[in-house]
């Protein structure tokens, strides 16, 4: 069995780790950092990693090499950037609820910007930065009510949700900011949403910025950079086929329909698009348990492992490894967790399949190492790098 082609790592190495593991393919990552990054550059787009799909050492390192910005959303991923290399100045902190010291990290390191999203947040950073003799570079965050059509948990650009400075707080905020002398506002920043896969969406979100854009610079406010925030999906169900995602009309959608002004710089928060496909979860299976009505495969990896199926009801391709039948039986792939939404994907057509076999969770390079827990006082998993 060809387990090098398959899981691009051989058996024998395979089998030292202890299961379940994450495992990523260096060789797709840097060719998907490329892809984005020629496309960009195109445009003369500036990308921000979105650092919470993945914050891996080994990860981020590669990242930084390709000269990615980087867009955090805690004081500690601020200060994770900055030890990974990632310049001051290419450093966005992003994020609803920032506490003072988290702004004080951002203020002592001289960031590129602060996203902000409530006039009571504009104010606190202001009386930290005065405190701190420093200007702060702020960006607002503007709420565009544009729908991402995407599931609701990661929906964010709606007047419902709770992100962003929505319009009708504009005019209040305007008239305040004379009043806030440690704080210059750079930029403009929207984040509709993630695992987007349609480009209508990000084409509404572009209409949308060139109008609030628009009212800005009618107001004097000379606004330096325009930040579309991330939310590029990813085709989970075809994840061989499909690897990397097309950057070029991603990119070519913001080139047709945002109206920038000329000495206004584009940036983009890209987390999900150019991480996800290069990590799988590796697991193994404990027990085959036949039902009535189906079988349950029942894995060593849980939701402790890999979250997003039983959060979002999101469904990863699955593959066993070891199985050579060429047949096919279907199984419900569950986890060992005590919960029923413990549970990777119902119906799922898998070789034949027996304890000890391997089982690959594909594309599971975003949201998935970071967003494991140690619920039930599960282990810390090996990662692993091919
Ligand atoms: N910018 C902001 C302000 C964000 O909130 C996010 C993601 C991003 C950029 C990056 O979005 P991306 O390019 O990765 O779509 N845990 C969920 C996804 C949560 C996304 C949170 N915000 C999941 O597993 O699907």
Known sequence: MDFLIRTKMKKEKLIQHRTPFYCYDLKLLNQTLDQAQTHAKKHDYHIHYAMKANTNDRILEVIQSKNFGADCVSGNEVKKALEKGFKPNQIAFAGVGKSDEE??????????TFNCESVQEIEIINELA??????????????????AKTHKYITTGLEENKFGINSWELEGLLEKLPSLSNIKVTGLHFHIGSQITSMTPFKNLCIRVNELNQWFLDRGIHIEHLNLGGGLGIDYQNPKENPIPDFELFFGVFKQFLEPRVHQEIHFELGRSLVANCGSLIS????????????????????????RPALYQASHSIENLTSVSSDSEFYDVVGPICESSDCFGKKIELKPTKRGDYIKIHSTGAYGEVMTSGYNLREQNPVVFV
Do not use: H
């Not at 005065?130 to 729908?147: G, S, Y």
């Not at 189906?294 to 060593?300: E, H």
């Open 103 to 112: 702004i004080e990290i951002g203020l002592q390191n001289d960031i590129f």
């Open 130 to 147: 005065t405190k701190a003799n420093k200007v702060a570079r702020i960006a607002l965050r503007l709420n565009p009510n544009v729908d």
């Open 284 to 307: 193994k299976v404990l027990y085959i348990k036949n039902g009535i009505k189906t079988n349950f495969a029942i894995i060593d990896a849980g939701m402790t492992e890999l979250i």
